[in-house]
């Protein structure tokens, strides 16, 4: 036996149902979840960026690509 079709939502409620859908989607929606494996993710993260001369290099380097692009590394 199918199961019966559910009552058409209201404007309002569509919107209020799509509003609370999209304060559930992203990286600060999975922060305010798990709090506590967020902080020991970015303290793990910034030992080992910290820690490896070549990691800190290569991730410098990306950085520098995604927030600064047509810049170029400048002569020491």
Known sequence: MADPRPE???PEQ???RL???A???GVGA????????AV???VIAGLLLGGVPALREASGQVLRRLLLPGV?????
Do not use: F, G
């Open 40 to 42: 020991m993710i970015a």
């Open 8 to 10: 058409p939502l209201s």
């Open 14 to 16: 569509a919107k209020a």
């Open 19 to 21: 509003r609370e859908a």
């Open 72 to 76: 170029s590394r400048r002569a020491p």
């Open 23 to 25: 304060d559930n989607v």
């Open 30 to 37: 999975w922060v305010r979840r798990h709090p506590y494996d």
